[in-house]
């Protein structure tokens, strides 16, 4: 069975830094994209960053240059650094894969993980 583990969120100060991890675990054969949401009230969840597999990125314009994201395929690992953190990036953040190939979705299926809260406070 595939899951997407986060880790990384917690408490941090505005202007410091937090980096987020997001493994995918199971029988995997590859993965086409993988990206950072995060919870917006009233909205979907809303794109704060992108990686195709060839290492292709895309950023919420509202995080240029202060969030970074990255990943390493032979471990099914995406990565979000973020600094200069801002109280309006407080919110739950979560992780996807796209076209995700295994043996019970040989086509490439979605998967989200469970979510880690990013707080950011004085």
């Known amino acids: 069975q595939v899951q997407l583990v986060e880790s990384g969120g917690g408490l941090v100060q505005p202007g410091g830094s937090l980096r987020l991890s997001c493994a995918a675990s199971?029988?995997?054969?590859?993965?086409?994209?993988m990206g950072w949401y995060r919870r917006v009230p009233g909205k979907q969840h809303q794109l704060v960053a992108a990686i195709t597999s060839g290492g292709t990125t895309t950023y919420a314009d509202s995080v240029k240059g202060r969030f970074t994201i990255s990943r390493d395929n032979a471990k099914n690992t995406v990565y979000l650094q973020m600094n200069s953190l801002k109280p309006e990036d407080t919110t739950v953040y979560y992780c996807?894969?796209?076209?995700?190939?295994?043996?019970?979705?040989?086509?490439?299926?979605?998967?989200w993980g469970q979510g880690t809260q990013v707080t950011v406070s004085s």
């Open positions: 199971g029988s995997i054969f590859s993965i086409n994209d």
């Open positions: 996807k894969a796209d076209g995700l190939t295994s043996p019970v979705c040989l086509l490439g299926c979605d998967y």
